[in-house]
């Protein structure tokens, strides 16, 4: 018997029990040192006459086997031991295969990765039913591929284009769509999981198996035509290809090594492409930004250790549009109820219907009963006074970039709520210190800064001033992290952390704009580097009109280091009303609302140049990998630049802010792995390079001089 895996002896049916429970941890993870235990037990249920049948299941409430432990991966230096690892993998799941004797997988929550890959081994998979029962292969979000024999038992199991599509986007499944995939044959409630799965060993030792790819003829057909002959899966793997080239623009190997590896068919070809990744500059980066993840759900915030959160049952909601209406409709998934409040009544309306819709949607899409949708749209309630703020414990406001605005709404708050309640200010640049200047209370203001749009942006920065109560920052980071975000706390200033290492990124775009660049190749070139999209884009995305607000806040405050376009310049944008997509007019061509497009790419705005004093350059194809380092190295700097001042507390949130707030390449680690991983000095050199050829604004941070 050992100590992480143990089998408990079969009664009278001669069913036997595998279960997983890994000492010392919350989840089960397989390491390399679990696996010659697992073989050790499945050589005894292969030997024990007792045994006629196995049921493999875990004892740990929290789930079946949440994946592989990363500490091993971190161990791998070369191709040839991260192939070895695959391998070592490979053989155990054979070795389940191999026992000449049934066997059920009785999942119940968490089954992803090496966890699936235990479950594929099995003859039969019964789930439960919860919410909670997840199964996927999510190698490729870390730049790997499955290495235990995913990649071959998956599309032998649910098909290969089913397979692909969970692979190649790591998509996780709920039970009810693991049985219509085919993965899962099987449901039960919680408490019947056992029992169920004991029937299913039964069935199979009576020489019962189950039923799988019952479908019409006309879908059998399609199957035998794509996954049966040589054309149909070239016309699958091509497709695929294609899809993956446009996603990713050849920038993340992890995909394409997983269609080598499924397209080829060997477990020899797993195990080569599984090597090659382990040590592949963008897996590193995917697995540097999981282990930041993981650090930063420990971090409340500076103070924090030894305070209690208060708890959030009511939110007051300042400031009723697309960005209120988000942030509400996010708390009111989580259990949250939210009070509206908004100038006029079409604003208020946007924000309800704005929860109404989202609602419905996850209703229409099977992801909510109706009956759970209407509790969610029943917990969003608005007006046009202060009705229902008196009971908030938290009250978030998104109005206006404007300080006087802010502080006049912070003044009203502080008489109308709840003694001891919270305000937190959704300002993207505004220092909360000067908002908090005339507050009455402002060791209960805070700054949360949400992403639009709110429902898919998966981080909050909260920013802390000098005087703000750690037990108010430790309140609202588990607010945050309630409603599904990443949270990373940083020190006040103007633009915060992602603000401010944005502003120099977007401002270089317009500096290269003023030089002639045309904006489409600018996009590309930001492209081309792994950002999603380019600046140009998004500053039409953000609006214009915001991106000049947020300019004049980085010139008071950074003017004298940051070297930003003249003020003239925004102002002929915002005299034509040119503030970008929401206007129908910006550096790029809009109608209704949507792109034009000219030759497959965004048609520049022709009128834009009267406002660029030197048009467009009209000599050939540009340097796009010059521009694209310009880009990237302003971002990186800044954010040096937020660590060197204090704004960031550590690097971990400079990353994981950085990628998943402001668009970094996320392959790349996030900035301060990024220059990790080429070298202080390389970098430093190349930004006095940049500064002694376009000025100030390249001036290397000094905590890159003392790297």
């Known amino acids: 018997m050992t100590a992480n895996i143990r089998l408990e002896i079969p009664g009278d049916d001669g069913i036997a029990v ?46 079946f086997i949440a994946g592989a432990d990363l500490d091993d991966l971190g161990k791998v230096a070369t191709e040839k031991e991260g192939a070895a690892l695959s391998r070592q993998g490979q053989d155990v799941m054979a070795r389940m295969v191999a026992v000449p004797k049934p066997s059920v997988a009785a999942i119940d929550g968490d089954c992803l990765g090496g966890g699936l890959e235990v479950a594929l081994s099995c003859d039969v998979r019964v789930a439960t039913n919860s919410p909670k029962t997840k199964l996927g292969l999510p190698e490729v979000m870390l730049g790997l591929l499955p290495g235990a024999g995913g990649t071959q038992r998956l599309p032998e199991l649910i098909g290969l284009p089913a397979a692909l599509d969970m692979m190649l986007t790591g998509k996780i499944v709920g039970a009810k769509s693991a049985k219509r995939l085919g993965l899962i044959d099987d449901l039960a409630p919680a408490n019947r999981l056992l029992p169920v799965a004991r029937l299913w060993a039964q069935r199979l030792l009576d020489g019962q198996r189950p039923q799988r790819g019952k479908k019409g003829m006309g879908a059998q057909a399609q199957k035998a035509f794509l996954e049966g002959t040589d054309l149909g899966r070239s016309i699958v793997f091509k497709k695929a290809r294609e899809q993956v080239m446009g996603q990713t623009h050849g920038l993340m190997p992890a995909p394409l090594r997983i269609l080598d590896a499924v397209e080829i068919g060997t477990y020899g070809a797993e195990s080569h492409g599984f090597g090659e990744l382990t040590v592949s500059s963008e897996s590193k980066g995917l697995q540097h930004l999981f282990h930041c993840i993981t650090q930063l759900k420990k971090d409340d915030g500076p103070g924090t250790a030894n305070v209690e959160d208060r708890p959030v049952g009511r939110v007051g909601m300042l400031g009723a549009g697309l960005m209120g209406g988000g942030i509400a409709t996010v708390l009111a998934d989580k259990g949250v109820h939210v009070r509206l409040k ?67 709404m912070l003044g009203e708050v502080e008489d109308r709520t709840k003694r001891g309640g919270i305000f937190a200010t959704n300002t993207s640049s505004l220092p909360i210190t000067e908002i908090a200047s005339k507050a009455a209370h402002p060791e209960r203001v805070v700054g949360m800064h949400f992403f639009s ?14 005087k703000t109560d750690p037990a108010v920052t430790k309140t609202i980071s588990k607010l945050g992290r309630r409603m599904g975000k990443h949270v990373i706390v940083v020190n006040d200033c103007a633009g915060f952390y992602t603000t401010r290492a944005l502003a120099p990124y977007l401002m270089e775009a317009v500096f290269l704009m003023l030089e002639g660049y045309d904006p489409a190749d600018i996009d590309e070139a930001a492209i081309k580097q792994g950002f999603p999209v380019g600046p140009v ?10 991106g000049a607000k947020v300019t004049e806040v980085m010139r008071k405050h950074y003017g004298h280091r940051m070297q930003l376009p003249d003020a003239d310049l925004f102002s002929g944008f915002m005299e034509q009303q040119r503030f970008g997509r929401k206007a129908n007019k910006g550096f790029y061509r809009y109608k209704d609302g949507e792109s034009v497009k000219k030759k497959g790419r965004k048609a520049v705005d022709k009128a834009i140049y009267k406002l660029l004093p030197k048009g467009v350059r009209p000599q050939g194809r540009p340097d796009l990998a010059a521009i694209g380092e310009r880009l990237l190295l302003t971002l990186v700097n800044e954010a040096h630049w937020c660590l060197n001042d204090g704004i960031l507390r550590e690097p ?36 006095s390079d940049l500064r002694d050829e376009l000025g100030r604004r390249f001036e290397p941070s000094p905590l890159l001089t003392e790297i």
């Open 342 to 408: 908004d100038v006029n009544e079409e604003g208020l309306l946007t924000g309800i219907r704005h929860a109404h819709k989202h609602f419905d949607k996850k209703a229409s899409r099977k992801r909510l009963t109706q009956a759970q949708a209407s509790e969610r749209k029943n917990r969003v309630s608005g007006g046009l006074d202060w009705a229902g703020f008196g009971h908030a414990d938290v009250v978030i406001e998104a109005v206006p970039e404007k300080l006087e605005l802010k502080q006049a």
């Open 453 to 466: 749009p709110v429902e898919k942006m998966p981080l909050v920065e909260v920013i802390v001033t000098a």
């Open 537 to 546: 884009t998004l500053m039409d995305e953000v609006g214009i009109d915001v």
């Open 652 to 687: 971990c949130a400079g990353d994981l802010g950085a990628v998943m707030g402001i668009g970094f390449p996320p392959m790349k680690g996030g900035p301060f792995f990024w220059t990790d991983q080429q070298g202080a000095a390389r970098v430093h050199k190349r930004l």
């Open 18 to 63: 595998l279960w997983f429970d890994v000492q010392g941890q919350k989840v089960n993870t397989l390491s390399m040192k679990l696996l010659p235990e697992f073989e050790q037990v499945l050589d005894r249920v292969e030997r024990d006459p007792r045994i006629k049948a196995v049921i493999v299941a875990s004892a740990k409430d929290t789930g």
